[in-house]
């Protein structure tokens, strides 16, 4: 495949069939003489038009990654890109099409019907989250050019150190999910992630896998990852941080800090060789996640808000075809660059503000010891949404001392959706949209990805320039005392 002529993979996928890519994407890179790997799981039409923009289309190979084959946002992304080869190759065009699926599903049946030039059937008792080591991981390795069989030895080494006859105190993934379990029933349920900067990218795939699979009942474990390194004194007692080390790059300014932090709290260090240790790593926390699922008393291989989210946003699709307006209701409050829509505690909280920065004082008001921020944007992630976002949670960190979590939609609704949805009720939520200076339609559908995009989301909704609204919103929020 990587031998006729394809200099870009784009990766069209949601959640355990994207997250693992973007991961080897980013810590790896193409070897040489294989394509460049992108990873599309944005329905916001300017991280469409982005990716569109980053390949060439006839050199471009699509991988149309879906375990259950009818993700609504993924065979979007399939409908929006077969039409556009199509129009540029026409009937050849299958040929620059791969499917990732589970068997029988209509993925599969599409595909072969569409001459896709390969259709790989994951086998279907692996859970999307799970995935990593199956086809949804390695079908992007190979095209990376990375060493399949190293990356899979490091993973066998780590199965074998965690098999049942191996003494807990020994076995890495046994222990790990004993303490990851242990101290979130005693209230450290916020595991924070910190990483050698080689691995950054590790802590998007870990989010999805301890959310999705622990927020349940009421209960679950709240992974914080990309949150910026502070002070000791600025975080609760609700932290249990795990460092990633790589050893042979390993920053010694980063180990001091870490060392210093562990005085107040604790952390687990794990050490990682070279980037090939991920393969013993995906399936570590594997192990260690159903084990922390166990400790927790909740099962960690279904995710029913998962699929409620899925159907809601079917239903209010399936409602915009009928009527052509979306059930979106008034806003709360607003000004000539934002409107605030919610219900609830927010509306009570927020109804009298004569301001924007009160509004939002009044709502962040609201948080308590031992809650968490999750901030949720759908928007395009470019540097200056990163940016602001970055800013405001660390300010959200330090002010309130709380936990603070990122997430880009719709891929947080296969993500940590089930946790904010399933877990316990201490989560606060701020959520951002935008005007779409442009829309794209969904060929085939009376409905754009824009709308697409509103049909899931309660919000904070940026008027105008996303970045300047969201600068607005920072420098709200970094006034508040």
């Known amino acids: 495949m990587v031998r006729d002529g394809f200099r870009h993979v784009l ?108 259709v790989f059937l994951n086998p279907p008792d692996i859970g999307g989250r799970y995935s990593a080591l199956s086809y949804f991981g390695l079908v992007p390795a190979a095209l990376l050019g990375l060493d399949l069989a190293r990356l899979l030895d490091r993973a066998e080494r780590m199965a074998q150190a965690c098999v049942a006859c191996v003494p807990t105190r020994e076995n890495p993934g046994l222990w790990l999910g004993a303490i990851l379990g242990a101290l979130a029933r005693r209230g450290r349920d916020k595991l924070t992630l910190l990483c050698s900067p080689e691995l950054a990218a590790f802590g998007a795939w870990l989010e999805q896998l301890v959310a999705e699979s622990t927020g349940k009942e009421g209960r679950g474990i709240v992974p914080v990852e990309g949150e910026p390194l502070g002070r000791a004194d600025r975080y609760g007692e609700d932290r249990l941080f795990v460092y990633l080390r790589l050893d042979g790059t390993a920053d010694s300014g980063l180990d001091a800090r870490i060392r210093r932090l562990a005085k107040r709290h604790p952390v687990v260090t794990l050490h990682l060789e070279d980037p090939y240790d991920l393969g013993g790593e995906f399936f570590r926390w594997g192990f260690a996640t159903a084990v922390a699922g166990a400790v927790l ?82 928007l395009h992630r470019g540097p200056g949404t990163e940016e602001a976002l970055t800013a405001i949670r660390r300010r959200v960190r330090d002010r309130f001392r709380v936990a603070t979590t990122v997430g880009y939609g719709p891929r947080f609704l296969h993500s940590t959706g089930q946790l904010h949805k399933g877990g316990g009720d201490n989560g606060l939520f701020l959520q951002f949209t935008a005007d779409d200076r442009t829309d794209l339609p969904i060929p085939g559908e009376p409905y754009s990805f824009g709308i697409m995009k509103r049909a899931q989301a309660l919000r904070v909704h940026l008027m105008g320039d996303p970045e300047a609204g969201l600068a607005k919103v920072r420098r709200a929020v970094e006034r508040i005392r």
């Open 297 to 378: 008393e909740v099962d960690p291989f279904d995710q029913p808000n998962v699929q409620e989210s899925k159907d809601l946003t079917r239903d209010l699709l399936d409602e915009y075809k009928a009527t052509g307006t979306l059930p979106e209701g008034e806003p709360i409050w607003s000004d000539e660059a934002i409107a605030l829509y919610g219900d609830g505690a927010t509306a009570s909280a927020v109804a009298e503000s004569r301001s924007f920065a009160a509004a939002l004082k009044a709502h962040l008001a609201l948080l308590r010891p031992g809650d968490y921020a999750a901030l949720t944007a759908y």
């Open 11 to 118: 990766l069209l996928g949601m959640g355990g069939s994207s997250l693992c890519p973007e991961v080897l994407a980013r810590t790896f890179g193409p070897a040489r003489g294989f394509p460049r790997l992108h990873v599309l799981d944005s329905t916001a039409p300017a991280a469409i038009r982005a990716a569109q923009g980053r390949v060439q289309l006839p050199r471009t190979l699509f991988i149309v990654a879906s375990k259950s084959g009818t993700t609504p946002e993924v065979h979007a992304f399939h409908q929006y890109f077969f039409a556009r080869a199509q129009a540029a190759s026409g009937e050849r065009a299958g040929g620059q099409f791969v499917a990732i699926t589970d068997p029988g599903t209509p993925l599969e049946a599409t595909a072969r019907a569409q001459g896709f030039r390969r």
